[in-house]
Structure formats: structure tokens, C-alpha cells
């Protein structure tokens, strides 16, 4: 039997390759090897129970405050003696973190063809995100397989020289997440809020966004508290210790402020799509907020989830304090008609059947 790798690090990898896992073993085609490099801990280990995956290698790398050069160099050592071992005829990565990078080019070594998930997608800014758009277009160069989640993503692929063949459309695997969570899933945890409040779910963790940037986000979400009486923020705090360190000092003892420990991804779901307003840097939340129609001000000046801007679900707030601020109280007033046109669900990301689709071209191919 073919054995397929597939490698996971950070929680949003592990959210968007376990429906595949799941999938793939479905088929009972191959053998699938889960590998996590474990770059997070908490955080990955949590999305993964949720989807009830198991890792068969763990390469445990994480450190706290760890460095993109040292965390690569751990990845790229231990994924190396790992392949050589395992052999497996085809690594699987995701994304744009140092894992899929680092993980993508421990296979290219070995000359192991890789398959690319949510492959294509850009921004053309090396510094936004940063180190993320490096790994992405990276991991093109280097993939024989690239599974791009809209034909934006395949456009981009196309323009760099990917041959099409190479190139499948398959919608982006959070949207099955989505489906697997609001459907089977059961929250592990309760947020109480009070009655009537209208949430603002905040998060935050880009690491370009390090230092005054986020804490202009963070002052931005004090002051739209503040000036609403009825909004409630809660703030699931990302375990990274920059990020914690900026908001213990700026929402500290703020009434109707929650911070709070990350919730595990089904009960993150289930809060999302009562939200009333996001605001956030991450990727994933982007996906996910324009599957359920949540309208959400997207702290960055780009995004490589145009699709979202172009469906109205998604705005570019920037990460200057006044320009969230205006933005926030403008979409908080309960008579804005603005904050009504971008409430629509849309499936520019997907389907739900992405992860099917995958499987399919692998059942073809290989
Ligand atoms: C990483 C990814 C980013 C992705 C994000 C998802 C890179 C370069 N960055 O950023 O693309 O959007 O994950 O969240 O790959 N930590 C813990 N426990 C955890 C997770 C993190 O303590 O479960 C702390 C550690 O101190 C760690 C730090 O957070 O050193 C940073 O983690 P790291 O994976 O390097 O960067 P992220 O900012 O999480
Ligand atoms: N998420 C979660 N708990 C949280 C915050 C986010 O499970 O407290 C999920 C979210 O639903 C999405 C993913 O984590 O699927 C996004 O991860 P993150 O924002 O860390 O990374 P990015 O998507 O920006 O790479």
C-alpha cells in the first residue's frame, strides 16, 4: 500500500488537514501517516482531539518565544530522519507556516513529490504576512501537487509558471471543517455571556503585527467597548507570549472585556457564528467568517482573501487605532445599513467537499 505523509504543526493546519485525514483514511487506499512537528503544543493538541486524530510521529520542536530560524532547523532535522526512516511516496503540507515550509522542503530533499492544500494563495508583499508569504510561494516551487481553494488561487499559480495540470480547484478544506464542528461537534466549554449582548470577537496574532500594531487594535477594541454599551468583546487570547503580554496591559479590568484561553475549534465555531462583529488578523477566521456571513474588519493594509472582499463580508480595517475605531463604531450602530449588506453568507472558499475532492485526484494520480 502507498503511504501518504501528511504534516501538521499549528492549530490552523491541524483544523484544515484533519477533515482530509479523515477523509483519506475513509478510502482505505493508502496508508496515512500523520506527522506533527509539533510547532504548537496547546493549541495544535486541542484542534486535533476535536476531530478525534491521532499523530503517528511527534517531533515536539516547540519552545516558548522560539525564533523562525530555530523552529525551522528543529522541523527540518527531525522531518529529514523521519522520511528517510517512513519513505512515504507522497508528503502532504498546508499553508504558509515554517511546518509546511519546513516540512515541504524535507521531501524536496528526498525528492518525496508533495501535495500543496490551500496552495496560491498571495498577497505579493514579502513582509505581509511575514514569513508567511515567503513559505507559500516557497512551497509552489517545490510542490508537484497544488490544491488551490479558487480560481483567484489558481490564477496566481498560473501566472508564476505552474503547469495547469498540476493545478486542481477544490474549495478550501476550513469549509468542511465548518460543516464537521456546527453538525457533529460538541463544544467542550460555555462562554456565558449576558442577554441581549451583542458579541465583538477579537483576535490576534500575526507576528508583522507584533508590537505597536496590535496594540492599536487592542486600544481600538477598549474604545468601542467603551462607547457601546450593549457590546460585549471576547478576546481568546493566542498563546503567544507577545500577543498575551499586549493585552494583559491594554484590557486588563475592562468591564464587558473577556479575555479568554482559546477555545478548542468546535466551540470556537459555535461562538463565530453567533458574532455579532469579528475583528481579526488570522487567516482562518477570514474563511470562516464569509462562509457564515459574519461581517468582519480585517486588521492588516492586504489580504490574500480577496475572494471575502470581494463577496462584501470582509473589509481591510488596517491596523491603525482611529481607522478600527471609525470602522468598528461605524458597523456597531444598530441603524448602519452598511453593517446590513455585508451580513451574507457566501461560498467563495468552498463547498464542504474539498477535502473529497483531494482524495478523488489522489485516487486518480496516484
Ligand atoms: C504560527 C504561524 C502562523 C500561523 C499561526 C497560527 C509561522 C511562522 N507562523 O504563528 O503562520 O498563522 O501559527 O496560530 O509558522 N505558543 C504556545 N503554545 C501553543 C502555540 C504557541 O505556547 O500552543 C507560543 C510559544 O511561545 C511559541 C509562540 O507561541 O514560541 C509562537 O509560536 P509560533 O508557531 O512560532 O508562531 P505563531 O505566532 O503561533
Ligand atoms: N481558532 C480556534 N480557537 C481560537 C481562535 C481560533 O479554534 O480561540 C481557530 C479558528 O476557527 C480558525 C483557526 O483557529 O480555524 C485560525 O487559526 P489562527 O488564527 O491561529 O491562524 P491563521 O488562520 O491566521 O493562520
Known amino acids: 500500500m502507498e503511504r501518504v505523509m501528511i504534516v501538521v504543526g499549528t492549530r490552523p493546519e491541524a483544523i484544515k488537514l484533519c477533515p482530509l485525514i479523515r477523509e483519506l483514511k475513509k478510502r482505505g487506499r493508502w496508508e496515512i501517516l500523520v506527522c506533527s512537528t509539533g510547532q504548537h503544543r496547546a493549541m495544535l493538541d486541542s484542534a486535533m482531539e476535536a476531530f478525534g486524530v491521532r499523530p503517528d510521529f511527534d517531533l515536539d520542536v516547540m519552545r516558548t518565544g522560539q525564533t523562525l530560524s530555530s523552529a525551522t532547523a528543529r522541523i527540518l532535522k527531525g522531518m529529514d530522519e523521519i522520511l528517510a ?168 479590568n475592562v468591564p464587558r472585556i473577556m479575555m479568554i484561553e482559546p477555545p478548542e475549534i468546535v466551540t470556537f465555531h459555535h461562538l463565530l457564528s453567533h458574532a455579532y462583529l469579528v475583528i481579526t488578523d488570522s487567516g482562518g477566521i477570514q474563511e470562516e467568517a464569509v462562509a457564515l456571513g459574519i461581517p468582519t474588519l480585517v486588521t492588516r493594509f492586504s489580504t490574500e482573501r480577496t475572494e471575502g472582499i470581494r463577496a462584501g463580508v470582509l473589509r481591510l480595517a488596517g491596523t491603525d487605532e482611529e481607522g478600527i475605531f471609525a470602522l468598528g463604531q461605524r458597523l456597531l450602530d444598530p441603524k448602519s445599513e452598511e453593517y446590513l449588506l455585508m451580513k451574507k453568507p457566501s461560498a467563495v472558499f468552498g463547498d464542504g467537499k474539498a477535502s473529497a475532492r483531494i482524495a478523488d485526484f489522489l485516487e486518480k494520480n496516484l
Open 85 to 252: 526512516a517512513e519513505k512515504p511516496s507522497l508528503v502532504m503540507v498546508q499553508g504558509d507556516t515554517t511546518t509546511a515550509f519546513a516540512a515541504a522542503l524535507s521531501a524536496f530533499h528526498r525528492r518525496i513529490p508533495i501535495g500543496h492544500v490551500e496552495a496560491g494563495l498571495r498577497t505579493y508583499h514579502m513582509d505581509s504576512p511575514f514569513p508567511e508569504e515567503f513559505h507559500r510561494e516557497a512551497i509552489s516551487l517545490m510542490a508537484s501537487y497544488h490544491f488551490a481553494p479558487t480560481v483567484t488561487a489558481k490564477k496566481n499559480l498560473v501566472k508564476e509558471g505552474r503547469r495547469e495540470s498540476s493545478i486542481h480547484i477544490t474549495g478550501n478544506t476550513v469549509v468542511d471543517a465548518l460543516r464537521i464542528t456546527l453538525t457533529e461537534g460538541k463544544p467542550m466549554r460555555e462562554i456565558p455571556l449576558p442577554r441581549d449582548a451583542r458579541l465583538l470577537l477579537f483576535t490576534a496574532h500575526r507576528r508583522e503585527n507584533h508590537g505597536a500594531p496590535i496594540r492599536g487594535m487592542l486600544r481600538a477594541i477598549k474604545r468601542l467597548v467603551e462607547t457601546c454599551p450593549d457590546v460585549v468583546a471576547v478576546c481568546p487570547l493566542h498563546h503567544n507570549p507577545e500577543v498575551r503580554a499586549a493585552a494583559n496591559e491594554i484590557l486588563r
